[in-house]
């Protein structure tokens, strides 16, 4: 018993780490080979992958709908631009996601007492306050007109003028996020957050800490959030206000939805579904934002339960058609 | 300070109303220590209400105290940290949980379930899961339900969800525990493992509040019988007794004969 269960997390473990590694390759190829365009929407997906494994760990795990995201990640993006003018880039990166998490946890913490419904409605103003006073605040956001240049986080590696190696480095913080999103889905922590979404009675009279797990959660998806607006900072050199709106936390739920549930892996499909198809839409000139509308609408309702949804239903299907006819499989004993 | 004499649940003058229906008009009963208190009485007489009340699952009126200590009512969660576990009539367990899973989040053991040590303590809440699988296999095995170890909540049959419910408020080593209704779905050895369950329970000094419409499982397991008739007590005493009672006979025509008796 204990052996199985032992081998299953040291495949979990090869799973993620084989995934981590095809993950860099495909990274470095685009590195190697890819032009300007292709880095750009490379580096976007990249930023993509970090707010989506954030937001699938609040939304899909813990059941906390934010819609503070375009907030906190131009919290995270501002405070990185700041930061950087005195220190290091990469102790900024580490001081702006801290920054991002703590206010996560301020904003988590004064709405503690609303219910679901009505915290999803205050974090929308919570997420347009956010973003109003970083337009008044010049000094820290350039005002309407934005902050520039900003330095790349480089780690030393790269060059930092670079284009390919800004992203790479960009790409590698993105598997970091995966690594850590991974492990905290794999979790007992995880375990509990799901109870207390779907059984929040019963998780409280078994005695499980909702408060203190839901507030974990959103701790989570801020870090996330701000390390994603980190990256936005570093690759582009030049940040605005403006490319913070609503859209993107609606574009990054569309992600984790389409994506599916329960493993890191969902929203990282998501992620990259997602990103390059307004690119791809282009060609539909000025019907792209119908097209992009009706495509999302019918890959959602053909997948209710996402892409993974649809792996594991076909692995099922595909499991009950390869058991032998005349062997009886039996689950369970009890009636 | 915690005296054996203290009793496990303390229920006095408790009142639930859901809009102009009054559920429980003033209940009060006491579960000792080490002792099984039956909770009986027809449909809808608000046995259910009353475990429901003391979790804090409905808004009650009245005084509660679990292990001594005065419970906060219609706060879900505060009775647990009292040690107070319960079941409910329709047993819950998560459908996307194998048994195991569903189990270890009942364990009381908290260490390596912060989403911090879930990254950088990752061997601390690995030793702790190890420890909280092994009971919760343990606590599945005392309840009968290891079959269901690895199944998930969603293909469970009845019986096994009933079981794994069981298995996760035990594994939590009550010292109150309210039972609602634990034998339904169960078949005859099933039933005949829970009466030595819940024996063994209070043996170990457990108070336990066990609702049930079986009145030969009523009958072999509990110390006191409480019968409640439209919210309100009807009858209290030793099991043997409260049958030959007259209005605990009338409000139980038809029942009665259904349990053989
Ligand atoms: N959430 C609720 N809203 C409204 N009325 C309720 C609610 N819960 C219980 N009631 C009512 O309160 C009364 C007592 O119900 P309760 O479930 O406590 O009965 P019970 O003794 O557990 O019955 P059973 O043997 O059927 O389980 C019933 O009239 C029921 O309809
Ligand atoms: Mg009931």
Redesign the interface.
Known sequence: MTSTRASTGTRANTALGSGLVCYLVVGYVIAAGGDGYLLTVASLAAVNVVLAVGFSIVYAQSGQFSFATAGLAAAGAFGYAWFAKHMPAEIALVAAVAATTVLGLAIRLATIRLSRLYFAIASVAVGGLITIVLVNWESLSGGASGVGPVPAVTFGMVDGEELAGVFLIAWLLSAVAVAAGSLLYRSAWARDLLVVKDLRHIGQNDGLPIRRLELEAYAVHAAFTGLAGVMLASTGTFISIASFDISMALQVLIMVVLGGSGRVLGPVIGAAVITPLPEILHGAGKWSGMVYGITLLIVLVALPDGVLGLWDRFRAWARARLVRPGTVRVEGGSP | MNAPEVDALEVKDVKVHFGGVYALKGVSLTVPSGMCVGLTGPNGSGKSTLVNAV???VDAAGEVRAQGTPLQLSR??R???LGL??T?QTP?V????TGI?NV???H?L?A????S???FR?MR?GA???D??RDA?AALDRV??S??AD?TGA???Y??RR?VELA??LV?EPRVLLLDEPSAGL?DT?VTALRTLIADLAAEGVGVLLIDHRISLLNEVCDRLVVLEEGLKLHEGEPADVWRHDRVRAAYIGELDDAGN
């Open positions: 979790t804090g699952v879900p969660g009775a647990a940290r576990r319960r409910y819950r998560h459908p996307k949980l899973e270890c989040t009942g009381r908290m390596g379930r912060s989403a040590a879930a990254v990752r809440a702790a899961e190890r909280r699988r296999e009968g339900g079959a269901a199944v293909v469970m049959t019986g096994q079981l996760r408020v939590a078949n099933e």
